[in-house]
């Protein structure tokens, strides 16, 4: 059974650094990516970036510029910082294991099969 | 494009069936999963790829998809169905993933 278990500061004020940790339970840390999705209050979900077990990583353009996602393979655990946060970027903030699964005969399907429970960060003066 | 764009309210009769619909460029080349929320709660995997559904999920939960629309389709909905629902898929165009904007499905 895979559990993901995160944690991290919930209160912030504007200019500091986010920072939240997700440990990975069961199941093979190599063989996936590892991502960051957020959700702003009564709003939608937003993919913030992922890692696989190499280190290798990709962001979404819109965050890349204060985004940091770091993976410590020996722990089975990623990390994700965000600097210089504001109050747009108060959210539940969520940990997720992604697949990427080839769909025959030329296409792919990513998606999100194991989730972690959310961490409220609020950012506030 | 990296947009995936979803109907922002849906409503079903208790029993009937009711699809919810995902649109975007990506979805010409890449297949959408499909994800249910309900307030409170970490999101859950129910229809992935062409149709697939994960351990757990009821077979009443089926997904298509067809040219640049991803559907997800309830046969027979259940109060417990009641929940936000959100598509993603790997943009077409960059290294990332894009999510729809959410339909909130209503159980009458």
């Known amino acids: 059974q895979v559990q993901l278990q995160q944690w991290g500061a919930g209160l912030l004020k504007p200019s500091e650094t986010l920072s939240l940790t997700c440990a990975v339970y069961g199941g093979s840390f190599s063989d996936y990516y590892w991502s960051w999705i957020r959700q702003p209050p009564g709003k939608g979900l937003e993919w913030i970036g992922e890692i696989n077990h190499s280190g290798s990583s990709n962001y979404s353009p819109s965050l890349k510029s204060r985004v940091t996602i770091s993976v410590d393979t020996s722990k089975n655990q990623f990390s994700l910082k965000l600097s210089s946060v504001t109050a747009a970027d108060t959210g539940v903030y969520y940990c997720?294991?992604?697949?990427?699964?080839?769909?025959?005969?030329?296409?792919?399907?990513?998606?999100?099969?194991?989730w972690g429970q959310g961490t409220l960060v609020t950012v506030s003066s | 494009s990296s947009e995936l764009t979803q109907d922002p309210a849906v409503s079903v009769a208790l029993g009937q069936t009711v699809r919810i619909t995902c649109q975007g460029d990506s979805l010409r080349k890449y297949y959408a999963s499909w994800n249910q929320q309900k307030p409170g709660q970490a999101p859950v995997l129910v229809i992935y790829?062409?149709?697939n559904r994960p351990s757990g999920i009821p077979d009443r939960f089926s997904g298509s998809s067809s040219g640049n629309t991803a559907s997800l389709t309830i046969t027979g909905a259940q109060a417990e169905d009641e929940a936000d629902y959100y598509c993603n898929s790997r943009d077409s165009g960059a290294n990332k993933v894009v999510f729809g904007g959410g339909t909130k499905l209503t159980v009458l």
């Open positions: 997720a294991r992604g697949q990427w699964l080839r769909v025959p005969p030329t296409s792919f399907v990513k998606y999100f099969d194991y």
């Open positions: 790829g062409k149709n």
